[in-house]
Protein backbone atom coordinates (compact mmCIF):
# COMPACT_ATOMS: atom_id res chain seq x y z
CA UNK A 1 0.00 0.00 0.00
CA UNK A 2 0.89 3.92 -0.46
CA UNK A 3 0.06 6.48 2.17
CA UNK A 4 -1.43 9.78 1.28
CA UNK A 5 -3.28 12.70 2.33
CA UNK A 6 -6.43 14.69 1.52
CA UNK A 7 -6.14 18.75 2.04
CA UNK A 8 -7.64 21.58 1.80
CA UNK A 9 -7.45 25.17 3.31
CA UNK A 10 -8.57 22.98 6.91
CA UNK A 11 -5.02 22.64 7.21
CA UNK A 12 -3.45 25.61 6.27
CA UNK A 13 0.08 26.21 4.90
CA UNK A 14 1.86 22.90 4.41
CA UNK A 15 5.43 22.72 4.89
CA UNK A 16 5.77 20.09 1.26
CA UNK A 17 9.55 19.71 1.71
CA UNK A 18 8.86 17.83 4.78
CA UNK A 19 5.64 16.06 3.17
CA UNK A 20 7.29 14.49 0.18
CA UNK A 21 9.34 12.76 3.25
CA UNK A 22 5.61 11.32 4.97
CA UNK A 23 3.45 10.63 2.40
CA UNK A 24 3.70 9.64 -1.96
CA UNK A 25 0.80 11.65 -2.76
CA UNK A 26 -1.72 14.00 -1.62
CA UNK A 27 -5.26 14.99 -2.97
CA UNK A 28 -6.20 18.93 -2.92
CA UNK A 29 -9.23 20.35 -2.55
CA UNK A 30 -10.13 22.54 -5.85
CA UNK A 31 -13.90 23.95 -6.26
CA UNK A 32 -17.30 23.32 -4.50
CA UNK A 33 -20.21 24.01 -6.92
CA UNK A 34 -19.92 26.23 -9.56
CA UNK A 35 -18.40 29.42 -7.17
CA UNK A 36 -15.73 28.93 -4.88
CA UNK A 37 -12.29 27.80 -5.60
CA UNK A 38 -10.51 26.43 -2.49
CA UNK A 39 -7.79 29.64 -1.36
CA UNK A 40 -4.91 27.41 -0.70
CA UNK A 41 -5.22 24.72 -4.03
CA UNK A 42 -3.18 26.83 -6.45
CA UNK A 43 -0.35 26.67 -3.63
CA UNK A 44 -0.99 23.49 -2.80
CA UNK A 45 -1.22 22.26 -6.44
CA UNK A 46 2.01 24.02 -7.06
CA UNK A 47 4.08 22.57 -4.49
CA UNK A 48 3.10 19.12 -5.00
CA UNK A 49 4.52 19.24 -8.33
CA UNK A 50 7.59 21.36 -7.44
CA UNK A 51 8.66 18.42 -4.86
CA UNK A 52 7.78 15.62 -6.92
CA UNK A 53 4.51 13.91 -5.35
CA UNK A 54 2.00 12.36 -6.87
CA UNK A 55 -0.61 15.23 -6.88
CA UNK A 56 -4.68 15.20 -7.31
CA UNK A 57 -7.51 17.55 -7.04
CA UNK A 58 -10.99 17.25 -5.99
CA UNK A 59 -14.40 18.88 -6.71
CA UNK A 60 -16.68 19.23 -3.86
CA UNK A 61 -20.38 18.76 -5.60
CA UNK A 62 -23.09 20.43 -5.05
CA UNK A 63 -26.22 19.45 -6.62
CA UNK A 64 -28.52 20.72 -3.46
CA UNK A 65 -27.92 24.37 -5.11
CA UNK A 66 -29.49 23.02 -8.28
CA UNK A 67 -26.27 23.16 -10.45
CA UNK A 68 -25.66 20.86 -13.47
CA UNK A 69 -22.97 18.11 -13.16
CA UNK A 70 -21.49 19.63 -16.61
CA UNK A 71 -21.40 22.94 -15.49
CA UNK A 72 -19.72 21.83 -11.91
CA UNK A 73 -16.93 19.85 -14.15
CA UNK A 74 -16.56 22.36 -16.38
CA UNK A 75 -15.78 24.95 -13.38
CA UNK A 76 -13.36 22.39 -11.99
CA UNK A 77 -11.36 22.05 -15.00
CA UNK A 78 -11.22 25.29 -15.63
CA UNK A 79 -9.24 26.13 -12.36
CA UNK A 80 -7.16 22.72 -12.31
CA UNK A 81 -5.49 23.84 -15.29
CA UNK A 82 -3.74 21.58 -17.33
CA UNK A 83 -2.86 18.00 -16.38
CA UNK A 84 0.11 16.01 -15.84
CA UNK A 85 1.13 12.76 -16.58
CA UNK A 86 0.22 11.28 -13.32
CA UNK A 87 -2.63 13.77 -12.42
CA UNK A 88 -5.22 12.74 -9.91
CA UNK A 89 -8.69 14.12 -10.51
CA UNK A 90 -11.43 13.07 -7.43
CA UNK A 91 -15.71 14.12 -7.27
CA UNK A 92 -16.32 13.96 -3.40
CA UNK A 93 -20.07 13.93 -3.01
CA UNK A 94 -21.43 13.69 0.11
CA UNK A 95 -23.90 16.47 0.22
CA UNK A 96 -27.59 15.87 1.52
CA UNK A 97 -29.91 15.42 -1.74
CA UNK A 98 -32.69 14.27 -2.57
CA UNK A 99 -32.39 14.22 -6.24
CA UNK A 100 -30.63 11.04 -8.58
CA UNK A 101 -27.29 11.13 -6.73
CA UNK A 102 -25.73 8.27 -9.04
CA UNK A 103 -26.88 9.91 -12.36
CA UNK A 104 -26.03 13.31 -11.01
CA UNK A 105 -22.02 11.88 -10.33
CA UNK A 106 -22.01 9.61 -13.15
CA UNK A 107 -22.61 12.53 -15.35
CA UNK A 108 -20.04 14.74 -13.58
CA UNK A 109 -17.62 11.96 -14.05
CA UNK A 110 -18.52 11.32 -17.91
CA UNK A 111 -17.69 14.81 -18.63
CA UNK A 112 -14.60 15.00 -16.61
CA UNK A 113 -13.60 12.02 -19.11
CA UNK A 114 -15.00 12.77 -22.60
CA UNK A 115 -12.37 16.59 -21.88
CA UNK A 116 -9.73 14.70 -20.43
CA UNK A 117 -9.80 11.30 -20.66
CA UNK A 118 -9.36 10.70 -17.17
CA UNK A 119 -11.32 7.84 -15.23
CA UNK A 120 -11.62 10.03 -12.39
CA UNK A 121 -11.94 9.29 -8.87
CA UNK A 122 -15.57 8.80 -6.75
CA UNK A 123 -14.69 9.87 -3.29
CA UNK A 124 -17.97 8.52 -0.90
CA UNK A 125 -18.46 7.34 2.39
CA UNK A 126 -18.99 3.79 3.61
CA UNK A 127 -22.62 4.41 4.36
CA UNK A 128 -23.04 6.44 1.31
CA UNK A 129 -21.43 3.93 -0.71
CA UNK A 130 -24.04 0.93 0.22
CA UNK A 131 -27.31 2.85 0.23
CA UNK A 132 -28.06 3.57 -3.46
CA UNK A 133 -27.05 1.28 -6.76
CA UNK A 134 -23.66 2.45 -7.91
CA UNK A 135 -23.80 -0.14 -10.70
CA UNK A 136 -23.69 2.73 -13.52
CA UNK A 137 -20.64 4.24 -11.91
CA UNK A 138 -18.96 1.19 -11.28
CA UNK A 139 -19.36 -0.27 -14.83
CA UNK A 140 -18.62 2.77 -16.02
CA UNK A 141 -14.77 1.98 -14.94
CA UNK A 142 -14.63 4.91 -12.00
CA UNK A 143 -12.37 4.28 -9.32
CA UNK A 144 -13.60 4.32 -5.48
CA UNK A 145 -12.13 6.46 -2.98
CA UNK A 146 -13.58 5.23 0.25
CA UNK A 147 -14.40 7.45 3.57
CA UNK A 148 -14.30 4.71 5.93
CA UNK A 149 -12.90 5.79 9.42
CA UNK A 150 -12.41 2.07 11.12
CA UNK A 151 -8.59 3.28 11.94
CA UNK A 152 -7.17 0.12 10.01
CA UNK A 153 -5.86 1.44 6.42
CA UNK A 154 -5.18 -1.80 5.28
CA UNK A 155 -8.91 -3.42 5.99
CA UNK A 156 -10.95 -3.41 2.91
CA UNK A 157 -15.15 -3.42 3.71
CA UNK A 158 -17.38 -4.33 0.95
CA UNK A 159 -18.69 -2.52 -1.34
CA UNK A 160 -20.63 -2.64 -4.79
CA UNK A 161 -16.88 -1.83 -6.22
CA UNK A 162 -14.71 -4.61 -7.31
CA UNK A 163 -12.13 -3.20 -5.38
CA UNK A 164 -11.04 -0.05 -3.68
CA UNK A 165 -8.04 2.19 -5.28
CA UNK A 166 -8.04 4.34 -2.61
CA UNK A 167 -8.98 4.12 1.52
CA UNK A 168 -9.27 7.35 3.88
CA UNK A 169 -9.22 5.47 6.80
CA UNK A 170 -9.07 8.39 9.59
CA UNK A 171 -10.23 12.14 9.87
CA UNK A 172 -7.62 12.82 12.19
CA UNK A 173 -4.16 11.93 11.43
CA UNK A 174 -0.94 13.95 12.57
CA UNK A 175 1.62 14.97 10.02
CA UNK A 176 4.46 16.95 10.55
CA UNK A 177 4.00 18.99 7.33
CA UNK A 178 0.80 20.27 8.53
CA UNK A 179 1.77 21.22 12.55
CA UNK A 180 -1.82 22.44 14.79
CA UNK A 181 -4.11 21.07 12.07
CA UNK A 182 -5.82 17.26 11.74
CA UNK A 183 -5.67 15.39 8.62
CA UNK A 184 -6.49 13.06 6.61
CA UNK A 185 -5.07 10.07 5.83
CA UNK A 186 -5.30 7.65 3.15
CA UNK A 187 -3.88 4.39 1.52
CA UNK A 188 -3.77 3.25 -2.10
CA UNK A 189 -4.95 0.09 -1.80
CA UNK A 190 -2.82 -2.94 -3.52
CA UNK A 191 -0.19 -2.30 -5.88
CA UNK A 192 3.33 -3.62 -5.14
CA UNK A 193 2.64 -6.82 -4.04
CA UNK A 194 0.82 -7.93 -6.78
CA UNK A 195 2.28 -10.16 -9.59
CA UNK A 196 2.25 -8.97 -13.28
CA UNK A 197 -0.77 -11.29 -14.00
CA UNK A 198 -2.66 -10.23 -10.21
CA UNK A 199 -2.20 -6.23 -11.75
CA UNK A 200 -3.50 -7.08 -14.49
CA UNK A 201 -5.93 -8.72 -13.22
CA UNK A 202 -7.25 -5.84 -10.84
CA UNK A 203 -6.43 -3.11 -13.72
CA UNK A 204 -9.38 -4.80 -15.11
CA UNK A 205 -11.57 -4.80 -12.57
CA UNK A 206 -11.07 -1.36 -12.27
CA UNK A 207 -11.02 -0.04 -15.77
CA UNK A 208 -13.37 -2.54 -17.69
CA UNK A 209 -14.01 -2.31 -21.41
CA UNK A 210 -11.46 -0.87 -22.97
CA UNK A 211 -8.20 -0.45 -20.92
CA UNK A 212 -5.73 0.57 -23.22
CA UNK A 213 -7.85 3.94 -22.79
CA UNK A 214 -8.79 4.21 -19.64
CA UNK A 215 -5.69 2.80 -17.43
CA UNK A 216 -4.98 6.28 -16.13
CA UNK A 217 -3.22 7.74 -12.97
CA UNK A 218 -4.57 5.75 -10.05
CA UNK A 219 -2.62 2.85 -10.98
CA UNK A 220 0.53 5.05 -10.70
CA UNK A 221 -0.08 6.00 -7.41
CA UNK A 222 0.32 2.50 -6.26
CA UNK A 223 3.67 1.87 -7.46
CA UNK A 224 5.05 5.54 -7.33
CA UNK A 225 7.54 4.13 -4.35
CA UNK A 226 9.25 2.20 -6.61
CA UNK A 227 10.65 2.83 -10.23
CA UNK A 228 11.57 -0.88 -11.15
CA UNK A 229 8.20 -1.79 -10.06
CA UNK A 230 6.62 0.59 -12.10
CA UNK A 231 8.84 0.50 -14.61
CA UNK A 232 7.27 -3.66 -14.74
CA UNK A 233 3.89 -2.52 -14.52
CA UNK A 234 4.24 -0.70 -18.08
CA UNK A 235 6.22 -3.82 -19.76
CA UNK A 236 3.60 -6.19 -18.48
CA UNK A 237 0.87 -4.08 -19.44
CA UNK A 238 2.43 -3.42 -23.43
CA UNK A 239 2.82 -6.97 -23.22
CA UNK A 240 -0.98 -7.77 -22.47
CA UNK A 241 -1.90 -5.21 -25.18
CA UNK A 242 0.08 -6.60 -27.78
CA UNK A 243 -1.76 -9.81 -27.79
Not at 151 to 164: K, N, R
Amino acid sequence: MTKGCDISSHQGAVDFDVLKREVSFVIAKATEGTGFTDPTFATNWREAARVGLVRGAYHYARPDLGTTPQDEAAFFLRNVGRLGARDLLALDFEVAWKGDGVGWCKAFLDHLRQQTGVAALIYLNLTLALAKDWSPVVDAGYPLWLADYDGQPAVVPSTPWPTIAIKQWTSSGALAAIPGHQVDLDEAIGGLEMTDEELWAALQRLYPGKLEELIKPTVRVMVEQDPETQAAVVDAVDRKLAQ
